[in-house]
C-alpha cells in the first residue's frame, strides 16, 4: 500500500490506543443507561461521573460545571444560544470575532435573524482580536462576549486572560453581567488550558482534536451562570442536556484527557521545533510562498501558508496522491469556491486567501514526514504554476 502521511490534526485526530482501550467495555458489557436504577446503569453512571471528574479536573473547574455534549460545534451552539436566551431581558448585545470558526459565525448569525445585536471584532495581520475595538465595543446592553482562545486555521492565540481583565472592568463600570465564553477546541490538550487561569465563565472543549473519539465535547458552564439549555427531555446533565449519555465516548475524553496531562508538555516542545523547520523550510525552498499568523503566540501544531499563483485545492489534490493529507483554508461551497474568512479578516485578498494551505502536526508526526513534504512540495507548486492561467 501507498505511503500515507497525516498532516492535517487540527481537522481531527487519531483514537489513541490507550483511548480506545478504555472505551472498549462501554460499548458490550457495561453497556448501562446512566438513568437507570439497576447495577447496570449505576455503573454507567459512575463511569460518567469518574470521567466527569478528570476532565474538570484539567481545566481546573469543578465536576458541577461540566456538561459533556455531542461535540464543540454543539457546545458553542449552546454558549450562544443559550446565554442570549437566558439573558435578553437584560440586553441584546453580543461580541464575537471575526475569526471565529463557523459555528459561532453562523450561531451569531442566526441570533441576529431573532433580533440580537452582533459585534463583529476586526483582527490584525496574524489574527490577534483589536483589543481597544472591544473595550470600545461593551455597552449596556452587552451580555456575551466570544472568543476563540486559538484559532483553528493559522493557530495565532489570543490573549484571553486580558480579554477577561478587559470585560471585567467593563463590567464593575457599567455595573452589569456580562459573560465570557472562550472556544478551546484547538488548546485543549495541547498546551495548558485552565478556566481560573484564563478568566473566563463558559469553554468549549471536543475530544476528537486531541485523540479522543468523535462525537463528544463539552461546556464549561461556571457555577451561578444563567444559561437556557437547547435540548429539554429526560434532564440528564444536571438539566442542561437531555439525552441519553454517550458513555464510552466521555470515557474515552477522560482517557484523552489523562495522557494529554501527562504527555502534552513535551509533544508541544518536539511539535514546535518540527512547525519551525517547517515554516523555515517552506519559505527557504518555495518562491512565492508566505506565512500567515505569528510564530510566537500561535499553537504548536498549526502552520498556515499562501502560495502566489495557485489555488489551495489544487496544492491538497497534488499532495494526496503523493500521499500526503494537508488541508486548505478555503471551504469549498458546491457552487463556487469561496476565500476563507479568516484569512480574509487578516487582511488578505480573496485572490491570496485562495492559495492558502493549512498543515498540522501531531503526536504521530514523524521529523521524516516534514523532509518528506519539503522535498516534494517545492516541486507540486512549480508544476501547478506551469499550468496556472495566472503567471508569477
Ligand atoms: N471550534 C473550533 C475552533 C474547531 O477547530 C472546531 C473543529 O473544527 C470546532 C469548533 C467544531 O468541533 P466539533 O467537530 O467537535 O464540532
Redesign the pocket.
Known amino acids: 500500500m501507498k505511503k500515507r502521511i497525516y498532516l492535517d490534526y487540527?481537522?481531527t485526530t487519531p483514537l489513541d490506543p490507550r483511548v480506545k482501550k478504555a472505551m472498549e467495555p462501554y460499548f458490550s458489557e457495561k453497556f448501562g443507561n446512566t438513568m437507570s436504577l439497576h447495577s447496570f446503569g449505576q455503573e454507567a453512571k459512575e463511569a460518567l461521573e469518574n470521567a466527569r471528574e478528570i476532565v474538570a479536573n484539567f481545566m481546573g473547574a469543578k465536576s458541577s460545571e461540566v456538561v459533556f455534549t455531542s461535540?464543540?460545534?454543539e457546545a458553542?451552539n449552546f454558549a450562544l444560544k443559550g446565554i442570549a436566551f437566558a439573558n435578553k431581558d437584560r440586553g441584546n448585545h453580543i461580541i464575537i470575532s471575526s475569526i471565529e470558526?463557523s459555528?459561532i459565525i453562523e450561531s451569531a448569525k442566526w441570533l441576529e435573524s431573532q433580533g440580537f445585536e452582533i459585534k463583529r471584532l476586526k483582527v490584525n495581520k496574524q489574527g490577534f482580536v483589536n483589543l481597544k475595538e472591544l473595550e470600545k465595543s461593551i455597552k449596556k446592553e452587552t451580555i456575551l462576549v466570544s472568543i476563540?482562545h486559538a484559532n483553528?486555521e493559522i493557530g495565532t492565540i489570543e490573549p484571553i486572560e486580558k480579554i477577561s481583565k478587559i470585560i471585567k472592568t467593563k463590567k464593575s463600570k457599567l455595573k452589569t453581567q456580562i459573560y465570557f465564553h472562550t472556544?478551546a477546541?484547538?488548546t485543549f490538550g495541547k498546551i495548558p488550558v485552565n478556566v481560573k487561569k484564563l478568566g473566563v465563565d463558559l469553554m468549549t472543549v471536543?475530544a476528537?482534536?486531541m485523540y479522543g473519539p468523535k462525537g463528544v465535547?463539552a461546556l464549561y458552564i461556571k457555577e451561578g451562570t444563567k444559561i437556557t439549555p437547547l435540548l429539554h427531555g429526560g434532564g440528564h446533565e444536571m438539566g442542561f442536556r437531555s439525552s441519553t449519555v454517550n458513555v464510552a465516548g466521555i470515557v474515552g475524553f477522560a482517557k484523552a484527557c489523562q495522557i494529554a496531562k501527562n504527555e502534552m508538555e513535551k509533544d508541544a516542545k518536539r511539535l514546535r521545533k518540527l512547525k519551525e523547520k517547517l515554516v523555515k523550510g517552506i519559505l527557504n525552498k518555495v518562491k512565492g510562498s508566505h506565512f500567515v499568523g505569528d510564530l510566537n503566540n500561535s499553537l504548536p501544531n498549526i502552520a498556515n501558508f499562501w502560495f502566489e499563483g495557485i489555488e489551495g485545492e489544487s496544492i491538497v489534490i497534488e499532495l494526496d496522491l503523493l500521499g500526503i493529507a494537508v488541508s486548505t483554508g478555503s471551504a469549498c461551497s458546491s457552487e463556487k469556491l469561496q476565500a476563507s474568512h479568516v484569512l480574509l479578516a487578516c487582511g488578505l485578498k480573496p485572490w491570496q486567501a485562495h492559495g492558502s494551505l493549512r498543515v498540522s502536526l501531531g503526536k504521530w508526526t514523524k521529523e521524516k514526514d516534514i523532509d518528506y513534504l519539503l522535498k516534494v512540495l517545492p516541486q507540486v507548486v512549480e508544476k501547478l504554476r506551469r499550468i496556472s492561467p495566472f503567471k508569477l
Open positions: 487540527a481537522a461535540s464543540a460545534t458553542n470558526h459555528c476563540m483553528n472556544d477546541a484547538q471536543s476528537h482534536k465535547g
